[in-house]
């Protein structure tokens, strides 16, 4: 196993972090005072099946947002520390933890934060210098990545890889059209596609054309310059097989206009209404922590078949611009959080 330096001396002594935190649900958009980074104390204890990490990256996306307003369900008092996934180096192991070890490097996905069976009340967001978390939400991080940079791999990567190759199940031949396809999961949904044999259309601003055509897109489209459901139906009359989308509002249903009677489309924002005839339309979906899927990423990213691209490491001091920029939808790949 890799390992890393480890510091838990240095954590006991301290006994403080530093941590994005909220004190009430609100409105991140309207109110970037709703965050505040904070001395806040370590996690107290390390039950049994956790892990301590300190963190170096942590995962920067819309679901903070959603966190912050109390859209998902986080059963803990405030303050209630930010972030639900990044990368560090574990400095504390349970007794009860197997496969992994003090030093080990690893990243992790822990949503909800509080969850059914849960023994431990102590587990934090990743926006902290130190994260608690079930050691069953835990893999060895890709080496292929900068420990920073896999910090924003764990909900994306988990995302694109269990809509495409579970839900959706792409095959060779397939058309499979992606929406936001820039984006953090977009362009790791466009590699998987590809990977497997699919014809990937996907939509995007025409600055990103030539970089999702270098991912693997067969064809791009620039939503802003023309009606994508006229230019996809002109492309393919009988309609497309498959769909990823991204964008809520009008596209969505959109999206399901141009699939063929039997398609089937994963809408990660929930707001399609249109339904296929003999095909299905999924708005409930909601990515789930599996440490199996986390280590396959890894080897994906460590064998070549998935690159990660990251716009900007932001200072760990610029966690609320770093959540405005994500929140804006004008990202390529990812924004990931810089953490010391």
Same mark, same amino acid.
């Given at each position: 196993?890799?390992?890393?330096?480890?510091?838990?001396?240095?954590?006991?002594?301290?006994?403080?972090?530093?941590?994005?935190?909220?004190?009430?649900?609100?409105?991140?958009?309207?109110?970037?005072?709703?965050?505040?980074?904070?001395?806040?104390?370590?996690?107290?204890?390390?039950?049994?099946?956790?892990?301590?990490?300190?963190?170096?990256?942590?995962?920067?996306?819309?679901?903070? =947002? !959603? $966190?912050? %307003?109390?859209?998902?369900?986080?059963?803990?008092? +405030?303050?209630?520390? #930010? &972030?639900? @996934?990044?990368?560090?180096?574990?400095?504390?192991?349970?007794?009860?933890?197997?496969?992994?070890?003090?030093?080990?490097?690893?990243?992790?996905?822990?949503?909800?934060?509080?969850?059914?069976?849960?023994?431990?009340?102590?587990?934090?967001?990743?926006?902290?210098?130190?994260?608690?978390?079930?050691?069953?939400?835990?893999?060895?991080?890709?080496?292929?990545?900068?420990?920073?940079?896999?910090?924003?791999?764990?909900?994306?990567?988990?995302?694109?890889?269990?809509?495409?190759?579970?839900?959706?199940?792409?095959?060779?031949?397939?058309?499979?059209?992606?929406?936001?396809?820039?984006?953090?999961?977009?362009?790791?949904?466009?590699?998987?596609?590809?990977?497997?044999? =699919? !014809? $990937?259309? %996907?939509?995007?601003?025409?600055?990103?054309?030539? +970089?999702?055509?270098? #991912? &693997?897109? @067969?064809?791009?489209?620039?939503?802003?310059?023309?009606?994508?459901?006229?230019?996809?139906?002109?492309?393919?009359?009988?309609?497309?097989?498959?769909?990823?989308?991204?964008?809520?509002?009008?596209?969505?249903?959109?999206?399901?206009?141009?699939?063929?009677?039997?398609?089937?489309?994963?809408?990660?924002?929930?707001?399609?209404?249109?339904?296929?005839?003999?095909?299905?339309?999924?708005?409930?979906?909601?990515?789930?922590?599996?440490?199996?899927?986390?280590?396959?990423?890894?080897?994906?990213?460590?064998?070549?078949?998935?690159?990660?691209?990251?716009?900007?490491?932001?200072?760990?001091?610029?966690?609320?611009?770093?959540?405005?920029?994500?929140?804006?939808?004008?990202? !390529?790949?990812?924004?990931?959080?810089?953490?010391?």
């Amino acid at each position: 196993m890799r390992t890393g330096t480890t510091d838990t001396q240095t954590a006991t002594a301290r006994k403080l972090m530093g941590a994005w935190a909220i004190h009430r649900f609100d409105d991140f958009r309207r109110d970037h005072a709703l965050l505040s980074l904070e001395r806040l104390p370590l996690p107290p204890k390390v039950e049994p099946h956790d892990v301590l990490i300190r963190m170096h990256g942590a995962e920067v996306g819309d679901w903070d =947002a !959603r $966190v912050a %307003a109390g859209e998902w369900p986080v059963d803990r008092s +405030f303050p209630i520390i #930010l &972030g639900l @996934a990044g990368a560090g180096s574990i400095v504390d192991v349970g007794k009860s933890v197997v496969d992994l070890q003090k030093g080990d490097l690893v990243y992790t996905y822990n949503h909800p934060l509080s969850h059914r069976g849960c023994p431990s009340a102590h587990h934090n967001g990743a926006w902290a210098q130190y994260m608690l978390v079930p050691f069953d939400r835990v893999a060895l991080a890709p080496t292929s990545l900068d420990l920073t940079h896999a910090g924003a791999v764990p909900i994306i990567g988990s995302t694109a890889h269990e809509t495409i190759d579970d839900i959706l199940q792409v095959f060779r031949h397939d058309i499979v059209l992606i929406t936001a396809a820039a984006g953090g999961v977009g362009h790791l949904a466009v590699q998987i596609a590809a990977r497997r044999g =699919a !014809r $990937v259309v %996907a939509l995007a601003r025409r600055h990103n054309h030539e +970089f999702l055509r270098g #991912l &693997g897109a @067969a064809m791009t489209i620039d939503y802003t310059e023309a009606d994508f459901v006229e230019v996809v139906r002109r492309a393919f009359p009988t309609g497309v097989d498959k769909a990823l989308n991204g964008v809520a509002g009008e596209t969505a249903n959109g999206v399901v206009r141009v699939m063929k009677p039997v398609g089937h489309v994963v809408d990660l924002t929930g707001s399609a209404t249109e339904k296929l005839p003999d095909g299905r339309v999924d708005t409930d979906y909601a990515v789930r922590p599996d440490r199996r899927r986390l280590a396959e990423l890894a080897r994906m990213f460590d064998g070549g078949d998935l690159q990660l691209e990251v716009s900007r490491v932001a200072p760990f001091a610029d966690a609320p611009s770093a959540l405005a920029e994500v929140l804006g939808k004008q990202v !390529r790949g990812v924004v990931v959080l810089g953490i010391r």
